[in-house]
Nanobody, 129 residues
């Protein structure tokens, strides 16, 4: 079964940047709608950002708006999450999720409901003060 595969996590200090990557485990598959979610220790999973196809629709949580940027490389079908001005509150396990969608509004709805068919194993991001 195809699965999104995350990479790029690590430990940084507040104010620094990281870039996460997400690609399908098989090149035969492509997710029209890809979302990033995170779970901080002791907290509920939180939606971070999502993208429909190659950027026809992008959505962000208020907590990351202006600091994080989601994008997709259509050649490699890799989705990136560029995280700038990181804060200790951004610490957590970041999960990539993928699903099909026929149009941008479906992707937006999936993001709001965390309704994705495929989920990755997650990558750890730690931000120290």
């Amino acid at each position: 079964q195809v699965q999104p595969v995350e990479s790029g996590g690590g430990s940084v200090r507040a104010g620094e940047s990281l870039r996460l990557s997400c690609a399908p485990s098989s090149s035969r598959y492509s997710f029209a709608c890809v979302g990033w979610f995170r779970r901080a220790p002791g907290k509920e999973r939180e939606a971070v950002a999502s993208i429909y196809q190659e950027g026809f629709g992008t959505y962000y949580a208020d907590s990351v708006q202006g600091r994080f940027t989601i994008s997709r490389d259509g050649t490699t079908d890799t989705v990136y999450l560029e995280m700038n001005s990181l804060e200790p509150g951004d610490t957590g396990i970041y999960y990539c999720a993928g699903t099909g969608a026929g149009y941008s509004r479906q992707c937006e709805d999936a993001f709001k409901r965390a309704d994705y068919r495929f989920w990755g194993q997650g990558t750890q991001v730690t931000v120290s003060s």
